[in-house]
């Protein structure tokens, strides 16, 4: 299973990628969307420079198996939404961390990156 070092994590499954202009971007780790299966439809629920709060539901991914929530890691305005997963949203199951994103955020409280688990903290929460 594909864990990236340089990338941090949340308990609910998500990765974020901290660019050199400080903004997040956001999407599913590849076993979320393992558990997932096949997604066949992505819903982001705000619009670009919206205002986001850390733990918020932001949108949901729904996949053959069931329907699950996607939410958000840091507090901040939503910078980015990548329509393409809504035409192709095989990317998230092909490339989740690079074609695959869902969202890029501005964080307002930086603080929250500190929360997020490194890939060793998230390879014993998934028990791999």
Known sequence: MNI????????DHEWVR???DGVAEIGITE???GELGDIIYVGIEYSIDGDV?????IGTIEAVKTVAQIYS???????DINIDVNDSPNDINTDPYGKGWLVKITPTKPEDLNELMDANAYKALIGS
């Open 18 to 20: 901290i660019d050199s």
């Open 4 to 11: 990236p070092e340089d990338l941090k994590y949340t308990k």
């Open 73 to 79: 890691p840091v507090t901040g305005k939503i910078q």
């Open 53 to 57: 709060a850390k733990g918020e539901e």
């Open 31 to 33: 076993y979320a969307q």
